[in-house]
């Protein structure tokens, strides 16, 4: 069976099974072992545990289930809510002021999270019920939910960052810093689209909001300020050479959960224990997908498909903006199908070294690539925002949410433009604050 006939036939199976239903982990995982024992006979069989338990076998990979219970301790409290009210008391006379607000809260719970789903329920249970009161249209109220989501794997602390810094051996402080500029730059973006709506449709406050003081806009500080505090505390301690990122996300878990005990009053043990079960439950889903996808690389490589595929691209005969734009639509149709993690997994390790070939930073790409995951987490078939929204307002069809969501994805490709334009947007700030690497 030749590389590339070996390759359709994994792809259209893995397809088959994700369209059936079938769990990413466990369909990645079926695959690689149905052609792997095809190929290679039963004795391919003895290598699964080993080359399972070296993908799993890395010390930065500690860091995910420290931000992953960073996150769900901040996601059980008011945070979400109070980060919401806090930016509407501030942004409220402005055209598309609670779009604007919830984009905003948006951005901020993704920095303590670094969740997409996690961003999605905690803003959009408030900020869509709302805002379908105050008179904005259904879509654009779910689908900027939907789209704000997504910053929670661009703006650091990303777990999609830490899972790409493990698999192409980049520095993970380096992609954190990178994601900052790019992702305030997104996030204005998706507010100047807010902004320009509002104003032309006349969107201002409906539905009989009330005016805020100073005094009620300053209140809100002390309740989100502490946790903003231990996002900026996490990051000086890892650009600060204080910890390596497995334990500054231990440090920052801890200090969550204190945080939370503390301002929110969340103490009960089966308040804490929920906690400790959503962060496991999240954590294990993204280790199994690691594992799995360490097999199907595995049987990727051992089948010629990822060197065959690698030699292709890298013998078309084109300029380095046409290799980036190919690159960019093979991540577009890949995130339509694949959760993050999963696909860049599979596919940065074969795409790194030509995208390097050409000229570009492996920083810089890993923030490309970041993008172009977000854009899928908001694309049918496995578009995990839109579903996460659509549970949040059943009453909003789907494909109401996704034509909602769908001037966002626009930004997102703008933003994609801007970065392919203006290398400097990602490779600045880590320059600046670790200097240029040599």
Known sequence: MSPGVAGALIALSLVALLLAGVPVAFALAAVAIAFLVVAEGAGALDVLGETVFGTLDEFALLSIPMFILMGAAVAASRAGADLYEALDRWLQRVPGGLLIS?????????????????TCAAIGRMGVPEMTRRGYPPGLATGAIAAGGTLGILIPPSITMIVYGIATETSIGRLFLAGVVPGLVLTALFMAWGYVYAARSGLRLRGGGRRYGWRERLEMVPRVGPFLAVVVGVLWALYGGLATPSEAAAVGALLSIVLVMVVYRVWRPRALWGILKSATRESVMIMLIIAAAGLFGHTLSTLYVTQAVAEGIAALDVAPWALLLAVNAFLLVAGLFLPPVAVILMAAPTLLPIVERAGYDPVWFGVMLTINMEIGLITPPVGLNLYVIHGIAPGVRLS???????????????????????????TWLPDLLMGPVR
């Open 400 to 426: 109401t949410v996704l034509w909602g969501a769908l001037p966002f994805m626009l930004c997102m490709l703008l933003a994609i433009a801007l970065l392919a334009l203006f290398p400097g947007l990602a």
């Open 102 to 118: 919830n984009l905003g809260a948006c951005a901020l719970f993704a920095a303590l999270t670094g969740s997409s789903p996690a």
